[in-house]
């Protein structure tokens, strides 16, 4: 037998991405790769791209430059660049960089096998297109070997919503949902393989509305059927648009079992303004009365969110509007981000925020997001949560896992197994974990 082919990929981005590349490797599985977790080594270096923020594409060309001198060394590596930025620069890419061999747009990686095979024979290959073939039932089986006990499945791609600042809807294409038996098999053939964790992925996930037994199926329809599965413990979904905040979903967190109180609902700002221009199509009203009902249901939920800082035309009033919603939800966790200009999108074009103003607005909303995470946190001591383990901690004995809150709890002398489910008593808290005693 010849010696397997070794793939080194580099994911970027967001947790589609890291299912994406999981997909990929297993479909190059088949034409002879195995995964490497060195560039040095590899027949094949994949980067699977983020374009969201200028930031996250021009890492990909300078990690793209550090391959010149490994390229020289072995003439048959080959260089691919898939994901957004593939998508969304295309042909250019192989312009500025003539060392890729490899450009695949999201929607086409159930072509990567044939790819490869051309640029096997010296050619270079590009696919952008946005096909009409479902690329998950044309990519190779999954594999049925163990893994690990959390795992990604994309439900529903793409974004009808076009934000103004946004460029998912170009890069992902228009919201596509996958039909409801296939999702359904792929979580029992994950539990077959040890997963007991199962986090349903979209860029709109709850706008999802795939094919089911009696017509399209909501996200909550979905998340039921998974609940009957025998052997998988918890679901999770993320990313969440207000406006798809469904009521059948809302219901769902409060009786539903399997599905964890978490909930990730992004709202940007909080100024309706600034909401307005980024095309938002809710209000900081609306959203704060959206997440009174959802406390309703599920008290105890950890919310969690995303916010854009000096959005163009965004003013000093129109951040403390942010920061007043913020001091209302108090997040669990929130990602924030200091806005950055996207080619294409609507708000390229408008007139920008002093990039100085727009750092002091970030690290002002970050101070206050971190008091409230950390105040959240040690809130935690003395309570008992659900955690599953999922590895080893840097100390003997010690294992990690993660509450139904997606807390990181480190158990010390903890005499259980990678994917055991076990109540915690959290003891402590430190800066981004909780230490706590099984129970
Ligand atoms: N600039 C800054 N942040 C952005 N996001 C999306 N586009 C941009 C942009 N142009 C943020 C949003 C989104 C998250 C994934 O990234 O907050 O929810
Ligand atoms: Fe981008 Fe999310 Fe808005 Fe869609 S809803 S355009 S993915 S920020």
Not at 13 to 21: E, K, L, P, R, W
Not at 214 to 219: E, F, R, S, V
Not at 293 to 303: F, N, T
Not at 306 to 325: C, K, N
Request: charged residues 30%; glycine residues 8%; contains cysteine.
């Amino acid at each position: 037998m010849s010696e397997p082919k070794k793939l080194y990929i580099k994911t970027y981005g967001c947790q589609m991405n890291v299912y994406d590349s999981e997909r990929m490797s297993e479909t190059l599985g088949g034409q002879g790769y195995v995964e490497t977790q060195s560039p040095d080594d590899a027949d094949m270096i994949l980067l699977n791209t983020c374009h969201i923020r200028e930031k996250a594409a021009e890492k990909v060309y300078s990690e793209l430059g550090r391959f010149k001198g490994l390229k020289a060394e072995k003439p048959d590596l080959k260089i691919g660049v898939a994901g957004c930025v593939a998508q969304a620069e295309g042909e250019e890419i192989m312009r500025r960089q003539p060392l890729v061999d490899l450009v695949v747009g999201p929607q086409s990686y159930h072509r990567l096998p044939e790819m490869e095979a051309r640029t096997r024979e010296g050619q270079k290959a590009l696919d952008t297109d946005f096909p009409e073939e479902d690329k998950f039932e044309k990519l190779k089986n999954r594999p049925k070997a163990k893994r690990g006990p959390t795992a990604f499945l994309t439900v529903q791609e793409g974004c009808d919503k076009f934000c103004a600042f946004c460029v998912v809807p170009y890069t992902r294409g228009a919201e596509v949902s996958r039909p409801a038996d296939r999702i359904i098999r792929e979580a029992h053939d994950l539990v077959e393989r040890g997963v007991r964790e199962i986090t349903l992925l979209g860029q709109n996930v709850n706008a999802y509305h795939g094919a089911g037994a009696n017509g399209d199926m909501t996200l909550a329809g979905l998340i039921w059927e998974l609940n009957k599965v025998d052997g998988l413990e918890r679901i999770r979904f993320t990313t969440s648009h207000p406006n798809d905040m469904a009521d059948d979903l809302i219901e769902a967190h409060g009786t539903c079992e399997k599905l964890m109180p978490y909930l990730h609902l992004p709202v940007q700002s909080g100024s309706d303004r600034i909401l307005k221009r980024m095309n938002r199509s809710h209000t900081a009203e609306s959203y704060l009365r959206l997440v009174e009902r959802i406390r309703a249901a599920r008290p105890d939920i950890m919310m969690s969110g995303d916010f854009i800082v000096g959005f163009p035309e965004e003013t000093e009033e129109d951040f403390q509007a942010t920061m007043d919603l913020v001091e209302q939800v108090k997040y669990g966790y929130a990602y924030s981000f200091k806005y950055s200009t996207r080619p294409g999108t609507p708000a390229a074009e408008r007139p920008q925020v002093d990039p100085q103003a727009a750092d002091d607005r970030l690290q002002r909303l970050q101070a206050l997001i971190t008091q409230h995470q950390r105040e959240i946190q040690d809130a935690m001591v003395g309570r008992k949560v659900s955690v599953l383990f999922e590895k080893s901690g840097r100390l003997p004995g010690q294992m990690v896992g993660k509450s139904e809150y997606l807390h990181s709890v480190h158990v010390s002398e903890a005499d259980v197994a990678v994917g055991e489910l076990r109540d915690v008593r959290i003891t402590g808290s430190g800066a981004n974990s909780l230490a706590g005693t099984l129970i």
